[in-house]
Protein backbone atom coordinates (compact mmCIF):
# COMPACT_ATOMS: atom_id res chain seq x y z
CA UNK A 1 0.00 0.00 0.00
CA UNK A 2 1.63 3.58 -0.62
CA UNK A 3 1.52 5.75 1.85
CA UNK A 4 2.12 9.46 1.54
CA UNK A 5 3.71 11.45 4.83
CA UNK A 6 3.35 14.88 5.36
CA UNK A 7 7.39 16.12 5.12
CA UNK A 8 6.81 18.52 7.96
CA UNK A 9 7.44 16.68 11.09
CA UNK A 10 9.97 14.12 12.70
CA UNK A 11 9.87 11.97 15.24
CA UNK A 12 13.45 11.75 16.83
CA UNK A 13 14.18 8.88 19.40
CA UNK A 14 16.91 10.08 21.75
CA UNK A 15 18.80 7.43 23.53
CA UNK A 16 21.66 7.46 26.00
CA UNK A 17 24.85 7.19 23.64
CA UNK A 18 26.33 4.88 26.55
CA UNK A 19 23.23 2.68 26.90
CA UNK A 20 21.94 3.08 23.17
CA UNK A 21 23.22 -1.05 23.07
CA UNK A 22 20.74 -1.68 25.57
CA UNK A 23 18.39 0.96 26.49
CA UNK A 24 15.33 1.21 24.01
CA UNK A 25 14.58 4.53 22.08
CA UNK A 26 12.12 7.08 23.61
CA UNK A 27 9.88 9.16 21.43
CA UNK A 28 10.40 13.01 22.30
CA UNK A 29 7.89 14.50 19.51
CA UNK A 30 4.87 14.21 18.36
CA UNK A 31 4.16 14.55 14.44
CA UNK A 32 2.32 17.89 13.74
CA UNK A 33 -2.14 16.20 13.51
CA UNK A 34 -2.82 16.28 9.78
CA UNK A 35 -6.44 16.07 8.27
CA UNK A 36 -7.07 12.88 6.69
CA UNK A 37 -9.21 12.01 3.81
CA UNK A 38 -12.90 11.83 4.92
CA UNK A 39 -14.59 8.55 2.70
CA UNK A 40 -17.76 9.21 4.77
CA UNK A 41 -18.82 10.22 8.34
CA UNK A 42 -22.00 8.40 9.32
CA UNK A 43 -23.60 9.98 12.33
CA UNK A 44 -27.19 10.52 13.62
CA UNK A 45 -27.53 13.50 11.32
CA UNK A 46 -28.10 11.27 8.15
CA UNK A 47 -28.82 7.56 9.74
CA UNK A 48 -32.11 7.81 12.10
CA UNK A 49 -31.54 5.41 15.06
CA UNK A 50 -27.88 4.84 15.45
CA UNK A 51 -28.52 5.73 18.94
CA UNK A 52 -30.14 2.64 19.57
CA UNK A 53 -27.31 0.70 19.83
CA UNK A 54 -26.61 2.01 23.09
CA UNK A 55 -22.16 1.99 23.83
CA UNK A 56 -19.46 0.75 21.85
CA UNK A 57 -16.58 -0.81 21.57
CA UNK A 58 -14.57 -3.22 19.10
CA UNK A 59 -15.05 -2.86 15.07
CA UNK A 60 -13.81 -5.47 12.17
CA UNK A 61 -13.80 -6.15 9.01
CA UNK A 62 -14.82 -9.03 6.85
CA UNK A 63 -12.96 -9.48 4.01
CA UNK A 64 -15.48 -12.38 2.89
CA UNK A 65 -19.12 -10.82 3.07
CA UNK A 66 -17.59 -7.14 2.77
CA UNK A 67 -18.96 -6.07 6.28
CA UNK A 68 -18.05 -4.18 8.70
CA UNK A 69 -19.29 -4.73 12.33
CA UNK A 70 -19.57 -2.58 15.33
CA UNK A 71 -19.95 -4.59 18.91
CA UNK A 72 -22.52 -2.30 20.83
CA UNK A 73 -24.33 -2.54 24.35
CA UNK A 74 -27.32 -4.09 22.91
CA UNK A 75 -26.33 -5.20 19.45
CA UNK A 76 -23.96 -5.76 16.49
CA UNK A 77 -24.54 -3.02 13.94
CA UNK A 78 -23.25 -3.60 10.08
CA UNK A 79 -22.15 -1.20 7.54
CA UNK A 80 -21.89 -3.14 3.67
CA UNK A 81 -18.36 -1.83 1.87
CA UNK A 82 -19.81 -2.14 -1.35
CA UNK A 83 -22.95 0.53 -0.68
CA UNK A 84 -22.22 1.50 2.59
CA UNK A 85 -25.60 0.49 3.69
CA UNK A 86 -26.12 0.66 7.60
CA UNK A 87 -28.21 -1.71 9.32
CA UNK A 88 -27.93 -0.37 13.12
CA UNK A 89 -29.39 -4.14 14.91
CA UNK A 90 -28.05 -6.81 12.57
CA UNK A 91 -28.37 -9.11 15.59
CA UNK A 92 -29.17 -8.50 19.84
CA UNK A 93 -26.37 -8.91 22.24
CA UNK A 94 -25.57 -8.10 25.75
CA UNK A 95 -22.76 -5.44 25.82
CA UNK A 96 -20.91 -7.03 22.91
CA UNK A 97 -16.99 -5.97 23.19
CA UNK A 98 -16.00 -8.25 20.08
CA UNK A 99 -17.00 -9.27 16.63
CA UNK A 100 -14.67 -11.18 15.30
CA UNK A 101 -15.01 -12.91 11.67
CA UNK A 102 -14.03 -16.59 11.47
CA UNK A 103 -11.92 -17.73 8.81
CA UNK A 104 -13.57 -19.97 6.00
CA UNK A 105 -17.20 -18.82 5.93
CA UNK A 106 -19.29 -16.13 6.89
CA UNK A 107 -19.85 -17.00 10.16
CA UNK A 108 -19.02 -14.45 13.15
CA UNK A 109 -18.30 -14.74 17.07
CA UNK A 110 -19.28 -12.01 19.74
CA UNK A 111 -18.07 -11.84 22.87
CA UNK A 112 -20.61 -10.76 25.59
CA UNK A 113 -19.80 -9.39 28.44
CA UNK A 114 -22.90 -8.89 30.47
CA UNK A 115 -24.10 -12.80 29.90
CA UNK A 116 -20.58 -14.44 29.67
CA UNK A 117 -20.85 -16.03 26.58
CA UNK A 118 -19.67 -16.43 23.19
CA UNK A 119 -21.77 -16.72 20.06
CA UNK A 120 -21.26 -18.37 17.15
CA UNK A 121 -23.41 -16.78 14.35
CA UNK A 122 -24.01 -16.27 10.80
CA UNK A 123 -22.71 -12.81 9.25
CA UNK A 124 -25.24 -12.70 6.56
CA UNK A 125 -28.77 -13.66 8.39
CA UNK A 126 -27.45 -13.23 12.05
CA UNK A 127 -28.55 -16.37 13.23
CA UNK A 128 -26.89 -18.01 15.88
CA UNK A 129 -25.37 -21.33 15.87
CA UNK A 130 -24.00 -21.92 19.44
CA UNK A 131 -23.73 -19.69 22.35
CA UNK A 132 -21.26 -20.80 24.81
CA UNK A 133 -20.43 -19.88 27.97
CA UNK A 134 -17.15 -18.04 29.38
CA UNK A 135 -15.24 -16.65 32.22
CA UNK A 136 -16.32 -13.51 33.78
CA UNK A 137 -16.66 -10.56 31.07
CA UNK A 138 -15.29 -11.89 27.77
CA UNK A 139 -13.73 -8.95 26.05
CA UNK A 140 -11.28 -9.16 22.91
CA UNK A 141 -11.20 -12.20 20.79
CA UNK A 142 -8.84 -13.59 18.22
CA UNK A 143 -8.48 -16.53 15.93
CA UNK A 144 -5.21 -18.81 16.70
CA UNK A 145 -4.11 -20.41 13.35
CA UNK A 146 -2.28 -23.10 15.72
CA UNK A 147 -4.79 -24.39 17.78
CA UNK A 148 -7.66 -23.28 14.80
CA UNK A 149 -9.11 -22.05 18.20
CA UNK A 150 -10.93 -19.17 18.82
CA UNK A 151 -9.19 -17.22 21.74
CA UNK A 152 -11.25 -15.43 24.20
CA UNK A 153 -10.08 -12.82 26.94
CA UNK A 154 -12.26 -13.36 30.14
CA UNK A 155 -11.51 -10.73 31.50
CA UNK A 156 -11.87 -10.47 35.37
CA UNK A 157 -11.29 -13.99 35.34
CA UNK A 158 -7.51 -13.23 33.60
CA UNK A 159 -7.87 -16.39 31.79
CA UNK A 160 -8.19 -17.44 28.10
CA UNK A 161 -11.10 -19.40 27.10
CA UNK A 162 -10.69 -21.50 24.17
CA UNK A 163 -13.36 -22.28 21.59
CA UNK A 164 -13.66 -24.33 19.26
CA UNK A 165 -15.02 -22.93 15.78
CA UNK A 166 -16.14 -25.84 14.41
CA UNK A 167 -17.76 -27.26 16.78
CA UNK A 168 -18.96 -24.72 19.16
CA UNK A 169 -17.94 -25.93 22.31
CA UNK A 170 -15.06 -24.41 24.77
CA UNK A 171 -12.22 -26.88 24.67
CA UNK A 172 -9.57 -25.24 26.82
CA UNK A 173 -8.78 -22.15 29.71
CA UNK A 174 -5.47 -20.83 30.04
CA UNK A 175 -4.93 -19.01 33.51
CA UNK A 176 -2.99 -15.63 33.35
CA UNK A 177 -4.16 -13.43 36.01
CA UNK A 178 -4.48 -9.85 35.53
CA UNK A 179 -7.01 -7.95 33.67
CA UNK A 180 -6.98 -9.22 30.29
CA UNK A 181 -7.68 -6.90 26.97
CA UNK A 182 -6.00 -7.38 23.50
CA UNK A 183 -3.94 -10.16 22.53
CA UNK A 184 -2.26 -11.42 18.80
CA UNK A 185 -0.94 -14.63 17.75
CA UNK A 186 1.70 -15.09 15.25
CA UNK A 187 0.01 -18.63 13.96
CA UNK A 188 3.17 -20.66 15.19
CA UNK A 189 2.38 -21.39 18.70
CA UNK A 190 2.97 -18.37 20.38
CA UNK A 191 0.72 -15.37 21.76
CA UNK A 192 0.96 -12.68 23.52
CA UNK A 193 -1.78 -10.51 26.03
CA UNK A 194 -1.47 -7.26 27.45
CA UNK A 195 -2.29 -7.13 30.93
CA UNK A 196 -4.14 -3.94 31.77
CA UNK A 197 -4.30 -3.65 35.58
CA UNK A 198 -0.51 -4.76 35.86
CA UNK A 199 0.97 -2.77 33.06
CA UNK A 200 2.59 -5.76 31.66
CA UNK A 201 2.70 -8.13 28.83
CA UNK A 202 2.39 -12.11 28.78
CA UNK A 203 3.80 -14.39 26.29
CA UNK A 204 1.86 -18.16 26.33
CA UNK A 205 2.96 -21.09 24.55
CA UNK A 206 -0.28 -22.37 22.88
CA UNK A 207 1.72 -26.41 22.79
CA UNK A 208 1.88 -26.20 26.76
CA UNK A 209 -0.44 -24.26 27.39
CA UNK A 210 1.99 -21.88 29.82
CA UNK A 211 2.62 -18.52 30.51
CA UNK A 212 6.71 -18.53 29.56
CA UNK A 213 7.16 -14.94 30.28
CA UNK A 214 5.81 -12.04 31.89
CA UNK A 215 7.04 -8.67 30.41
CA UNK A 216 6.82 -5.26 32.34
CA UNK A 217 5.83 -2.45 30.08
CA UNK A 218 7.92 0.30 31.88
CA UNK A 219 6.10 3.99 31.63
CA UNK A 220 2.96 2.39 30.35
CA UNK A 221 -0.62 2.49 31.95
CA UNK A 222 -3.06 0.54 31.13
CA UNK A 223 -2.00 -1.78 28.30
CA UNK A 224 -4.90 -2.31 25.74
CA UNK A 225 -4.54 -2.63 22.00
CA UNK A 226 -2.04 -4.88 20.62
CA UNK A 227 -0.41 -5.01 17.60
CA UNK A 228 2.29 -7.48 15.85
CA UNK A 229 4.63 -7.60 13.14
CA UNK A 230 5.75 -10.89 12.56
CA UNK A 231 8.55 -10.72 10.63
CA UNK A 232 10.37 -9.04 13.24
CA UNK A 233 8.76 -10.49 16.15
CA UNK A 234 7.89 -6.98 17.54
CA UNK A 235 4.80 -6.14 19.47
CA UNK A 236 3.26 -2.73 20.03
CA UNK A 237 1.33 -2.64 23.14
CA UNK A 238 -0.70 0.82 23.53
CA UNK A 239 -1.36 2.17 26.70
CA UNK A 240 -3.95 5.03 28.20
CA UNK A 241 -1.46 7.19 29.16
CA UNK A 242 -0.47 8.02 25.78
CA UNK A 243 2.28 6.00 24.79
CA UNK A 244 3.22 2.86 22.40
CA UNK A 245 5.67 0.33 23.72
CA UNK A 246 7.51 -1.50 21.10
CA UNK A 247 8.81 -4.95 22.51
CA UNK A 248 10.72 -7.79 21.05
CA UNK A 249 9.21 -10.89 21.86
CA UNK A 250 11.47 -12.90 20.49
CA UNK A 251 14.10 -11.91 22.67
CA UNK A 252 12.05 -10.49 25.34
CA UNK A 253 13.07 -7.13 25.53
CA UNK A 254 11.99 -3.54 24.87
CA UNK A 255 12.96 -2.05 22.09
CA UNK A 256 10.76 1.44 22.20
CA UNK A 257 8.31 3.73 23.84
CA UNK A 258 5.96 6.25 21.49
CA UNK A 259 4.38 9.09 21.84
CA UNK A 260 0.69 8.80 20.87
CA UNK A 261 -2.84 9.79 21.73
CA UNK A 262 -4.21 8.97 24.92
CA UNK A 263 -6.56 7.43 25.58
CA UNK A 264 -6.19 4.01 22.94
CA UNK A 265 -8.01 0.76 23.08
CA UNK A 266 -6.97 -1.03 19.74
CA UNK A 267 -3.57 -1.32 17.75
CA UNK A 268 -4.38 -2.73 14.15
CA UNK A 269 -1.27 -3.86 11.62
CA UNK A 270 -0.85 -3.12 8.37
CA UNK A 271 0.97 -6.12 6.48
CA UNK A 272 1.56 -3.96 2.92
CA UNK A 273 3.61 -1.78 4.63
CA UNK A 274 4.70 -2.72 8.12
CA UNK A 275 2.83 0.09 9.59
CA UNK A 276 0.01 -0.09 12.78
CA UNK A 277 -2.98 2.11 13.30
CA UNK A 278 -3.46 3.47 16.62
CA UNK A 279 -6.97 5.61 17.50
CA UNK A 280 -6.78 7.50 20.91
CA UNK A 281 -10.67 8.59 21.81
CA UNK A 282 -9.23 11.71 24.29
CA UNK A 283 -6.92 13.14 22.24
CA UNK A 284 -9.31 12.25 18.61
CA UNK A 285 -6.05 10.63 16.60
CA UNK A 286 -5.25 7.95 14.52
CA UNK A 287 -1.48 7.58 15.12
CA UNK A 288 0.75 5.81 12.52
CA UNK A 289 3.46 3.70 13.39
CA UNK A 290 5.82 2.63 11.12
CA UNK A 291 7.88 -0.71 11.95
CA UNK A 292 9.54 -1.40 8.67
CA UNK A 293 12.86 0.35 9.38
CA UNK A 294 16.08 -0.13 11.91
CA UNK A 295 13.79 1.58 14.71
CA UNK A 296 9.62 2.44 15.30
CA UNK A 297 9.04 5.64 14.46
CA UNK A 298 5.80 7.70 14.47
CA UNK A 299 5.47 9.16 10.99
CA UNK A 300 1.50 10.56 11.06
CA UNK A 301 -1.11 11.22 13.22
CA UNK A 302 -4.57 12.00 11.47
CA UNK A 303 -7.34 13.67 13.39
CA UNK A 304 -10.02 11.49 14.07
CA UNK A 305 -13.86 12.45 16.47
CA UNK A 306 -13.64 12.56 20.25
CA UNK A 307 -14.22 9.22 21.58
CA UNK A 308 -12.91 7.42 18.51
CA UNK A 309 -10.80 4.70 20.20
CA UNK A 310 -11.19 1.61 18.31
CA UNK A 311 -11.21 0.87 14.46
CA UNK A 312 -11.06 -1.38 12.14
CA UNK A 313 -9.18 -1.42 8.79
CA UNK A 314 -9.90 -2.45 5.28
CA UNK A 315 -6.40 -3.44 3.71
CA UNK A 316 -8.36 -3.33 0.47
CA UNK A 317 -9.13 0.08 0.24
CA UNK A 318 -6.85 1.14 3.08
CA UNK A 319 -10.59 2.42 4.97
CA UNK A 320 -10.08 2.98 8.62
CA UNK A 321 -13.71 2.46 10.40
CA UNK A 322 -13.93 4.75 13.68
CA UNK A 323 -16.45 4.41 15.87
CA UNK A 324 -17.01 7.41 18.28
CA UNK A 325 -19.27 8.88 20.37
CA UNK A 326 -19.59 11.03 23.47
CA UNK A 327 -19.97 8.62 26.88
CA UNK A 328 -19.61 10.03 29.87
CA UNK A 329 -20.10 8.97 33.52
CA UNK A 330 -23.40 9.22 35.15
CA UNK A 331 -24.53 8.96 38.94
CA UNK A 332 -24.49 5.47 38.61
CA UNK A 333 -20.60 5.61 37.84
CA UNK A 334 -21.49 3.71 34.30
CA UNK A 335 -21.34 5.29 30.97
CA UNK A 336 -24.20 6.70 29.09
CA UNK A 337 -23.72 7.72 25.43
CA UNK A 338 -25.20 11.04 24.76
CA UNK A 339 -27.83 11.17 22.41
CA UNK A 340 -27.06 11.93 19.11
CA UNK A 341 -23.75 11.72 19.65
CA UNK A 342 -22.88 8.10 18.02
CA UNK A 343 -21.72 7.67 14.59
CA UNK A 344 -18.15 6.02 12.99
CA UNK A 345 -15.95 7.93 10.91
CA UNK A 346 -14.36 6.41 7.73
CA UNK A 347 -11.16 8.04 6.97
CA UNK A 348 -8.59 7.09 3.56
CA UNK A 349 -5.51 5.93 5.28
CA UNK A 350 -3.09 5.82 1.71
Not at 70 to 95: E, K, W
Not at 96 to 116: F, Y
Amino acid sequence: MAVRFSTHFLVRCVCVAALSAVTPCVATAEPTKVQPKIVADINARNTPGLDDGGLWDYASVDSVTRRVYVARGVSVMAIDLSSMRVTNAFMPAQHAHAVLPLPGGQEILITNGDSNTAVIADGITGKVRATIHTGAKPDAALFDKFTGDVLVMAADDGRIDMINPQSGTLVGSINIGGGLEAAVSDGAGHVAVNIEDQNALALVDMASHKVTARIALNDCEGPTGIALDPRKSWVVSVCANGVAKVTDIAHGKAVATLQIGKGPDAAIFNAANEHVLVPSGKDATLSEIALDGASPSVVRVMGTRPGARTAAFDPKTGYAFLPYGNAPKGEDKKRHLTPGSFGVLIIQTR
